[in-house]
């Protein structure tokens, strides 16, 4: 279709709209933002005729290479401690996917401008595809990566498991409360603007280096329809900035958003490249240098500060806070080695670090073995059963630890966490952020104006809770991660598949009891819960000697 | 020649065989190469079932720690509440058409190159220039109306079902529906526009004041405008696809379009008006399925199916009363094979055949 008639066909199609006289359209989904000094333009309109076929385009060139992968056989060449990080990652993104899909109608709902409700229409058929050609590829794997298992039972892990937990409340923060928040701000605005760059864009290049170049091939497929989808959000966004009553909300939004995509993105998506590759060429880029790259320049200089010119007081203070939790916190180290400590509640396999692997993260951020080197160590000297318990039952000078309330990914530095007794319950949380986005963010009213349609954070929010004082080997049992021979387990703190010897079973893990630290210090008088906090401030993450 | 001697030595990450292929060792569950989270409704599982499954888990499957965020007035995630309809297991509708991700590209666009191959041999062949006076206008007023109707239902009806089904299953055939009426919609507007600059009697503004003011197009505006503002999804799919779609949608489209087009010497509306009815055939194909099941729930049929026919009582005379307006645009072509009170027949004959299918009374409307 020519330029010309590109058009004349958007002015057509724009045509279809029509100001209703006999009904008004059910409102489903509040919001607290206010629209009616909106410019109502659609910066990006579409049209069906040309979407579909280039849609299917893209769907075949995928499809091509996903035969071409197995045709010349990949999986001979992949990485398995890459592969088992999938098995996490895969499970998890279907979701948020979909969930963006089920977000549309309520930006729909909640935005009077019909130029943009096709463009969010398309957006939610997007999104669709998304979530179906992911769970594919992880078929894909499950049908052709040398061990299935994990794979196999991934979407009943994903909603049992205690990081699965981490990505669904990402995903469930697309779909519920301030429409506008959650659609909008949260996914659109921060989520996909920002965050999909390190996940389909600085992710897939480490694939490649680890002999998989179909996660690449399919996520850059998605990562090219996320433009659309950007487009939508800055739309909205400029909307809602054109009434001065919305900017303490946007502001609020952007804070909570901000921080929560920081605390779960990087959380994940930055374990799976530092610690799934083997690629450990000294050029190869940190993921705080690909951070650096995708999330502070390319969106934080280029597409938030900008903002500022329309008055809106952008959180720099928590970009920079995020970067330093990076940089100089080891936030991405101390996620991997909490993941590694939980290993028995996987469905998925995970590597000891070596040598090789101690070189690179030294060179990359100076101090790592001191933090960190000893307790890999120790993790590979734990690795087999017989004469060890799992390494997070071991004393090993690491204390496992409490779970965030909000984000739920535990309180990993330390000295940052916040203790506060909320609605009656003392809860942890990682960073003064996330204690401001229970107490405050997530309230029925904010800086003394009423925000009724905000949402609420609810649920057994704390995943050990569920488990307290239950038998590891039942735990297990009930979580369904066990082999098909009933006894050995799925999850490995090891890749030898080849000695049945040094695989894990039912029998070794039984007799240990499980505990949840938030049960524990709702449990303490007012006295040991001082003590013990200020014991975990001071001294939590130390090395073994 | 190029000067290579300056070159950087390039960085490559290093090739190594893993043997990590399937197959390569024997071990426990080293042949589990098949999701076991489900039970596929058939022996072996179908790649829709494959990827739609419980990729929206809800604590009824899986979901351990219960939806994570909530409304301000409710729980998060897909309450069950947001429908009077009830079900044993939401989860046992499955898409007879196992629409996913390639199936929507392939369908859509093979419809695409269809419709886009047909205008464009329909200008080659100037075959604009032998349509009457009388058949461009009944083009203009009438098929012009009808894209606003299909547009409103895209992106106010279909879109806005897709959030609150409770199901991945439902959620995602609905969220098709939703694209192949944008597609049709979209595809009625550039076919008027194609004969706006045909050069040719053709007024392509006109659709807008005879949906927005043309008595006989009224009632149907307000049916759309009322089908919008239904809270309760299960109501809004059930009075669109079962009663809209058959006593108007399906009475425009196929009892009178298709059937006084090519006596009007007109090939080409049919074309693309055929695969609206194309879809709606395949869109019907889930909407009974779902409703069928419902109906036949051995705990909450007898309740679903009273249910259902109060929706009946609410939407069969509104829909009936739209179609009845539509009686004058029956005498606008020259040629008029058909007369309303046949295409009437014939349309309610076809819905009092689904809803016998449903288990449902035929409401006494019909018989009048």
Known sequence: MSRQSLTKAHAKISELTWEPTF???????????????????????????????MEEEKDNRVYGAMDGAIRGNMFR???????????????????????????????IDAVPNPEIHNGLAVQMIDEVRHSTIQMNLKKLYMNNYIDPAGFDMTEKAFANNYAGTIGRQFGEGFITGDAITAANVYLTVVAETAFTNTLFVAMPDEAAANGDY?????????????????????????????????????????????????????????????????????????????WRRWIYDDYYRSYLLPLEKYGLTIPHDLVEEAWNRIVNKGYVHEVARFFATGWPVNYWRIDAMTDTDFEWFEEKYPGWYSKYGRWWEAYNRLAYPGRNKPIAFEDVGYTYPHRCWTCMVPALIHEDMVTEKVDDQWRTYCSETCYWTDAVAFRPEYEGRPTPNMGRLTGFREWETLHHDKDLADIISDLGYVRDDGRTLIPQPHLDLDDPKKMWTLDDVRGIQFQSPNVLLNQMSDAEREAHLAEYRRNGTHAVT | MADISDQKERSFPRIEFTD??????????????????????????????????DVQPDPERHLSQGWIYGFADGPGGYPKEWTKAQSSNWHAFLDPNEEWEQSIYRNNSAVVHQVELCLRNAKRARVYD????????????????????????ALHVFTAVQRSGPTNMINTAVAVNAAHKMRFAQDLALFNLDLSEAERPFDGQAHREVWQSAPEWQPTREVVEQLTAVGDWCELLFATNIVF??????????????????RNGDYITPTIVGTGEHDYDRDLGYTRALYRMLAQDETFGAANKELFGSWLETWVPRCLGAARALQPIWSQPAEKPVTFATSLANATSKFASLLEDLGLDIPKELDQ
């Open chain 1, 23 to 53: 009904a008004t359209p059910a409102t489903r989904f509040g919001t607290d933002y206010t629209f009616e000094k909106a410019p109502k333009k659609d910066p990006l309109k579409q049209i069906m005729r040309s979407y579909f076929p």
């Open chain 2, 20 to 53: 990590s292929e399937a197959g390569a060792l024997t071990f426990p569950s080293s042949k589990s190469r098949a999701y076991n989270y489900y039970k596929p409704a058939k022996l072996r599982a179908t790649m829709y079932e494959d990827v739609t499954v």
């Open chain 1, 77 to 107: 060449q992949v990485q398995q401690r890459w592969l088992e990080w999938q098995k996490l990652f895969l499970s998890i993104i279907p979701f948020p996917e979909i969930s963006a899909a089920r977000a549309m109608p309520m930006a």
């Open chain 2, 245 to 262: 779609e058959q006593l108007v949608g399906s009475l425009f489209r196929t009892e009178l379009v298709m059937q006084v087009a090519a």
């Open chain 2, 130 to 153: 032998s349509w009457s006076p009388s058949w461009l206008k009944f083009i203009e007023r009438n098929v012009g109306a009808w894209m606003h109707a299909e547009n409103g239902l």
């Open chain 1, 214 to 290: 179909l996660l690449p091939t399919v996520f850059h497929s998605v990562q090219s329809d996320e433009s659309r989808h950007i487009s939508n959000g800055y739309s909205i966004l400029l909307m809602a900035l054109a009434d001065e009553r919305n900017r303490p909300l946007l502001e609020r939004d952007l804070r909570y958003a901000w921080w929560n995509n920081h605390c779960v993105v990087d959380a994940a998506i930055g374990t799976f490249i530092e610690y799934g590759t083997k690629d450990r060429r000294k050029d190869r880029e940190s993921y705080a240098e690909m």
